[in-house]
């Protein structure tokens, strides 16, 4: 069980992820669908693309990710 404001576990992720990737594409419409499906929810991957794609800081890829999170995978 999730605390409030916390990121799925990749466990908790793994079986929603898929159903999920069509939110992440409209949150992130640089990143592919190939992308966001091997990326897997895995926070680390899915910041690390976010920062390469939109040329951003890690700290700011962090914050969107974890608020995409926030919204769509509680």
Known sequence: MNKPNSIPSVDELKGKWKEKVG????????LT????LESE?????LVGLI???????????????????????E
């Open 23 to 30: 939110e992440a594409k409209m949150a992130w419409g640089k």
């Open 33 to 36: 669908e190939n992308e966001l």
């Open 41 to 45: 929810g895995k926070v680390e991957k």
């Open 51 to 73: 920062q390469t794609r939109y040329a951003i800081k890690r700290e700011e890829a962090k914050k969107q990710v974890e608020r995409f999170f926030q919204r769509h995978c």
